[in-house]
């Protein structure tokens, strides 16, 4: 699908601070996928391009959301582990959406990687209303915590390296979901590979296909 986006770098009110985020959309896109990092360095920031490129390319609009500021990811490396604070500033940036009238209307998917996973369930199953879908690139989707892995409504594919050190606990925490959920299993290289990467990127880009409403998709082989 060929789009002419426009992109726009936006700050986003999120309690007492604002965090940068990246839009491209058309008015004619298929959905809005968010896709969240909690670091700022480089490989983080190639991740999201890789991603935002494809889906993109796949008719989809982006939101890239930095869950940090620069500031913060300067001089307090802890952040990244404040799973409820990230998880506040994910439902901030989805109220903020709510109020943006070119978006309003399009399905909404969530990425997130690294200890946003985590944030990324948590605000999940508080905002069942607020979004159709959620991938997680590896991760500690452990640090949601019970309750909201419990609770969660939406369907979520968790994909997973098998030189992941969190492997096991992400297994555990993967059990306690109910809702829908796909395991992925991802070669040894890890995600932090580009080439491990590129092949991850077209099964998210399927979920999503498939998953947000008024799409017609086929559920993916290994989906």
Not at 11 to 30: F, K, M
Not at 63 to 89: I, K, M, S, V
Not at 189 to 200: D, K, M
Request: glycine share 8%.
């Amino acid at each position: 699908m060929s789009l002419t986006l426009r992109h726009s770098t936006l700050s986003l009110p999120a309690g007492p601070v604002w965090l940068a985020a990246r839009l491209a959309h058309a008015p004619d896109v298929r959905g809005l996928v968010i896709i969240t990092r909690s670091t700022l360095d480089d490989e983080e920031t190639a991740r999201e391009r890789a991603i935002s490129d494809a889906l993109n390319r796949a008719g989809f609009a982006t939101l890239g959301l930095d869950l940090a500021t620069p500031h913060e990811d300067e001089r307090d490396p802890d952040l990244r582990y404040n799973t409820p604070l990230l998880a506040n500033r994910i439902e901030a940036a989805l109220a903020w959406i709510d109020h943006q009238p070119p978006l309003h209307g399009l399905a909404r998917g969530l990425v997130a990687g690294g200890t946003a996973s985590g944030a990324a369930i948590r605000a999940a199953s508080r905002s069942a209303d607020r979004l159709s879908a959620l991938f997680c690139l590896g991760g500690r989707i452990d640090l949601a915590g019970a309750g909201p892995l419990g609770a969660l409504a939406l369907p979520l594919c968790v994909a997973v390296s098998h030189a992941e050190p969190s492997r096991a606990m992400m297994r555990k925490a993967f059990e306690l979901i109910h809702a829908d959920a796909a395991w992925q299993d991802i070669d040894d290289t890890g995600l932090s590979s580009p080439a491990a990467l590129a092949r991850v990127i077209p099964t998210l880009v399927r979920w999503f296909e498939h998953q947000l409403p008024g799409t017609t998709e086929d559920t993916p082989d290994g989906i």
